[in-house]
């Protein structure tokens, strides 16, 4: 039997068709008659020399060739939109789609966009910020700055920073904390969001690192780092802080590390997008400023020294 395919409008109206069970949503959704699009269908079962649908009083079913065809029909259409996508923002030197965490975004990305966008006010620059992990060509996505270990498979990946933790406070409580074992009396905060690290990245191991031998369970646990964080600045306790979720407000004075060592984790963030949008006018953009404003605070983890988890007994 020859290969030949059909007309792509008519395979267009048996989709929507199928998707819809319905002729007359199907001829909506496509801004045609019911009639017109009923013909289109009736082309393609004719090419086809057998029924895909089943006519009924008030409704329609497919056949077993419908059914057939319908998952590839779905597919097939849903992988030319997002190719038609990609092509039409090849040349889109205007726009910038981005994602990343809620906390990343909250915390570090958020107050620093301004500085982007007086650089290059010619860029749109859109973020969704969601935890998820988004498709590049479904979502429409450009680059996504994502946290762990990797690795990141088809896509260009460039480690952004180290990451560690460290305890870091107001610098009003640091007087009522001046050691580690003096923690032991401090309310602790949980920044549960790392509970994915192996090894674990926690309390227990940072005491260990300053050979303390307490296993804090007790106090505030938080799922998201960010409001870790917010609630450290409010005044509410310690929080082991991770690089990233503190660093802006260490350099700030807002919060201090007083202790000047943390342990370090071989999970980081980094930059992502699809091969090859790398050389992109407004990816390369993005990409060279998030490593230059990552350089300012660069200061901030000179001052500190750490310990690789791995290392810690």
């Not at 009924?56 to 059914?67: H, K, M, S």
């Not at 997002?82 to 205007?94: G, I, Y």
């Not at 406070?169 to 969001?193: I, V, W, Y």
């Not at 699809?274 to 000179?302: H, M, N, Q």
Request: charged fraction near 25%.
């Amino acid at each position: 039997m020859p290969d030949h395919l059909p007309p792509l409008t008519a395979l267009r109206a048996f989709d929507a068709a199928a998707r819809h069970m319905s002729f007359a949503r199907a001829a909506d959704e496509l801004s045609v008659t019911p009639a017109a699009l009923s013909f289109q269908i009736k082309s393609l079962e004719k090419h086809l020399g057998t029924p895909l649908f089943t006519r009924l009083t008030r409704a329609v079913e497919l056949t077993e060739a419908g059914r057939a065809l319908a998952p590839g029909a779905k597919e097939g259409f849903e992988a030319l939109i997002a190719a038609w996508r990609a092509a039409k923002r090849v040349e889109d030197d205007t726009t910038l789609n981005v994602t990343a965490g809620p906390a990343i975004t909250a915390k570090w990305l958020a107050p620093r966009l301004y500085d982007f966008a007086r650089q290059h006010p010619k860029v749109d620059l859109r973020f969704s910020a969601a935890l998820r992990m988004m498709d590049f060509q479904r979502d429409e996505i450009d680059v996504a700055i994502r946290f762990g270990y990797g690795p990141d498979p088809g896509l260009y990946s460039r480690p952004l920073a180290l990451e560690w933790m460290t305890p870091v406070m107001r610098p009003d409580m640091t007087a009522q904390f001046p050691t580690a074992e003096s923690l032991r009396k401090a309310p602790l905060l949980f920044d549960d969001s790392v509970g994915f690290l192996d090894p674990p990245c926690d309390w227990a191991a940072w005491f260990r690192a300053m050979g303390v031998d307490y296993h804090p369970r007790q106090g505030v646990h938080f799922s998201q780092a960010d409001h870790a964080v917010d609630a450290a600045l409010s005044g509410a306790g310690v929080v082991l802080g991770r690089r990233a979720m503190v660093v802006t407000d260490i350099a700030a004075g807002r919060l201090v590390a007083p202790y000047n060592v943390a342990i370090g984790t071989k999970a980081h963030f980094r930059f992502l997008c699809p091969e090859g949008y790398e050389t992109r006018t407004t990816v390369a953009a993005f990409r060279d400023w998030l490593l230059f404003e990552i350089e300012k605070t660069a200061w901030v983890s000179e001052t500190i020294n750490v310990i690789p988890v791995e290392e810690i007994g």
